[in-house]
């Protein structure tokens, strides 16, 4: 396949306070699902993700534990890479504001805001949330507490600069206005055209109050503030603003930006569709294409925390393990993933309970695709010794790559409904994808899966051969339902990779050479020497499984 146009992909950076749950996997695991699929479709992709690693909050901690506030990012940003290494997530970068990489083009982007015109030096005082590493004015606060997490605030005073944000509220309406792609779902989008119409303050943009960040290039005493310091890493990854003026120091910028896709939760949509595209705006460079704000998943009816991670580490008899390590451990990662992928609804607030997971793994995981590869695999090897030849009666004229063809040439009206669904379904995932779908992708794969096991139970394979007249009939059906199995392991790749390779494995493929383009051709295979192996996914007895994740 030739190749395409590039594809940039981002997750926030994630505050390295404390291990991450399974609410920060869900945004990962969703963006890594997007940039395997569009590099399986041919695109020039990266995908950033990283930590954001300075601000009180992470100095404040690292006091209370005796570290230093580097000695401590860098022992939990070790625990991040290695949960995004047991996960198998395909980032290209990962970018760490306390790299130089980062610090001196964040300093640079410092200097070019504040010689636009668009930074100036002040005192700030207003309420102050630690956690959140927000400010707030009074009419912001929500019960005399931060708006957005519900904890105390602290009155602050303080030297500042501040970035005239407020300057920027005409160009920001006019950009939902004239490109409403740029914020999505429309209701985050409706939500920031409501603040902003409520009048926006300057923002507050450096501390002088404590001392862990990266230096204000223009004052001693002063450290940039975290969102003018974590929005840059965006830019700062791909070399951009140059500082070294080495040669080919910001060709990843040129290549790649302006992003294709900034993916966020929803509580930090407001910096990334407000702040973010301001201080772009300042600085005269492209904004992102899209800035998507998913939902949250919900544990017990209110937003997963790192707090409740450890609540729920201590009491396992509620049934809810939060923490993906141990999910891993017990499930399996492609587990994990099809459960984050396929539950819930982009956009939308999900219920996590480890219950609903494991019905979703018996039912589509274990019942449809596992037993649909132990069936064919199983009835190929006793019918056929592993070998079966493509019928040359349904493919006289080669691979079929059509439904319509598959209808007119099909022997058996069953076999041309299977092979028109299955040229389909790839199609019908790229539009999915497109709208950033993932359930409804898996949806359509799975559809597949059920028509091919419905077809088992249609031609009975087990009573063709019971009479040597229906050897070449046995042969087209079994043949039909490897190649829906090849469809599959090609279809569902960039969301359950080791699924795929296992299903290629037992047909006998290569692993290895999995092309977008194999799934919308039916009939490719000369012949499959299939080898049928352990279970993809076996049942779990769930009442069991509860009592040992009870007994701890």
């Known amino acids: 396949m030739a190749e395409k146009s590039t594809?940039?992909?981002?997750?926030?950076?994630?505050?390295?306070?404390?291990?991450?749950?399974?609410?920060?996997?869900?945004?990962?695991?969703?963006?890594?699902?997007?940039?395997?699929?569009?590099?399986?479709?041919?695109?020039?992709?990266?995908?950033?993700?990283?930590?954001?690693?300075?601000?009180?909050?992470?100095?404040?901690?690292?006091?209370?534990?005796?570290?230093?506030?580097?000695?401590?990012?860098?022992?939990?940003?070790?625990?991040?890479?290695?949960?995004?290494?047991?996960?198998?997530?395909?980032?290209?970068?990962?970018?760490?504001?306390?790299?130089?990489?980062?610090?001196?083009?964040?300093?640079?982007?410092?200097?070019?805001?504040?010689?636009?015109?668009?930074?100036?030096?002040?005192?700030?005082?207003?309420?102050?949330?630690?956690?959140?590493?927000?400010?707030?004015?009074?009419?912001?606060?929500?019960?005399?507490?931060?708006?957005?997490?519900?904890?105390?605030?602290?009155?602050?005073?303080?030297?500042?600069?501040?970035?005239?944000?407020?300057?920027?509220?005409?160009?920001?309406?006019?950009?939902?206005?004239?490109?409403?792609?740029?914020?999505?779902?429309?209701?985050?989008?409706?939500e920031m055209t409501r603040f902003i119409k409520q009048g926006l303050e300057d923002l507050c943009i450096s501390r002088s109050s404590f001392d862990w960040g990266i230096e204000v290039p223009i004052e001693e005493g002063q450290v940039i503030y975290v969102w003018l310091?974590?929005?840059?890493?965006?830019?700062?990854?791909?070399?951009?603003?140059?500082?070294?003026?080495?040669?080919?120091?910001?060709?990843?910028?040129?290549?790649?930006?302006?992003?294709?896709?900034?993916?966020?939760?929803?509580?930090?949509?407001?910096?990334?569709?407000?702040?973010?595209?301001?201080?772009?705006?300042?600085?005269?460079?492209p904004l992102p294409k899209k800035v998507l704000g998913h939902g949250w998943l919900l544990l017990d009816g209110g937003k997963l925390s790192k707090s409740k991670l450890a609540e729920a580490g201590q009491d396992k008899a509620r049934r809810n393990i939060v923490d993906p390590v141990e999910l891993i451990e017990r499930y399996g990662v492609d587990a994990l993933k099809y459960f984050l992928l396929r539950e819930y609804t982009f956009g939308q607030d999900g219920q996590f309970t480890t219950e609903t997971m494991l019905q979703r793994v018996n039912s589509d995981l274990a019942n449809d695709l596992g037993n649909l590869l132990s069936r064919t695999t199983g009835m190929n090897d006793k019918y056929f010794g592993g070998v079966i030849e493509r019928p040359v009666a349904l493919f006289a004229d080669g691979p079929i790559t059509s439904a319509e063809t598959a209808v007119d040439v099909a022997v058996d009206a069953r076999d041309g409904e299977l092979i028109a669904l299955a040229l389909g379904a790839a199609a019908k995932v790229e539009r999915h994808m497109d709208s950033f779908e993932f359930n409804r992708a898996l949806e359509t794969i799975w559809e597949l899966i059920s028509r091919s096991n419905k077809y088992i139970d249609e031609t009975e394979p087990w009573t063709l051969a019971k009479t040597d007249g229906d050897r070449e009939r046995l042969g087209q059906v079994l043949y039909n339902l490897a190649e829906s199995l090849r469809i599959v392991s090609v279809l569902i790749q960039p969301y359950l990779h080791w699924s795929s390779e296992k299903i290629r494995e037992q047909l006998g493929l290569d692993s290895g050479a999995v092309v977008w383009g194999d799934a919308q051709v039916f009939g490719l295979e000369a012949a499959y020497r299939t080898a049928k192996g352990e279970n993809l996914f076996p049942r779990i007895d769930i009442e069991k499984e509860f009592a040992s994740i009870a007994e701890g």
């Not at 910028?253 to 300042?282: C, N, Q, T």
């Open 7 to 190: 594809y940039y992909i981002t997750t926030p950076i994630y505050y390295p306070s404390a291990n991450l749950h399974v609410g920060h996997t869900y945004c990962t695991v969703m963006a890594d699902a997007m940039a395997r699929f569009k590099r399986l479709r041919g695109y020039d992709v990266m995908f950033l993700t990283g930590t954001d690693e300075h601000g009180q909050k992470i100095q404040q901690i690292a006091e209370e534990v005796g570290d230093t506030p580097k000695e401590y990012v860098d022992r939990v940003v070790a625990d991040i890479k290695e949960l995004w290494s047991v996960m198998e997530i395909s980032y290209d970068d990962f970018i760490r504001t306390t790299e130089d990489r980062h610090k001196r083009r964040v300093q640079e982007i410092f200097r070019k805001i504040y010689e636009a015109g668009d930074i100036y030096r002040g005192v700030y005082e207003g309420w102050y949330c630690t956690p959140c590493e927000s400010f707030w004015t009074d009419t912001q606060l929500r019960n005399a507490k931060c708006p957005d997490c519900g904890r105390e605030v602290v009155r602050a005073k303080e030297d500042a600069y501040f970035f005239k944000l407020s300057a920027y509220a005409d160009r920001l309406l006019a950009l939902y206005e004239e490109h409403p792609e740029f914020l999505e779902p429309e209701t985050r989008r409706n």
């Open 229 to 285: 310091d974590a929005l840059s890493n965006y830019i700062t990854a791909l070399g951009w603003p140059t500082v070294d003026g080495t040669p080919g120091e910001h060709d990843k910028y040129d290549k790649y930006w302006p992003a294709d896709v900034h993916l966020v939760g929803k509580e930090i949509v407001r910096f990334h569709s407000i702040i973010w595209p301001a201080m772009l705006m300042s600085l005269g460079y």
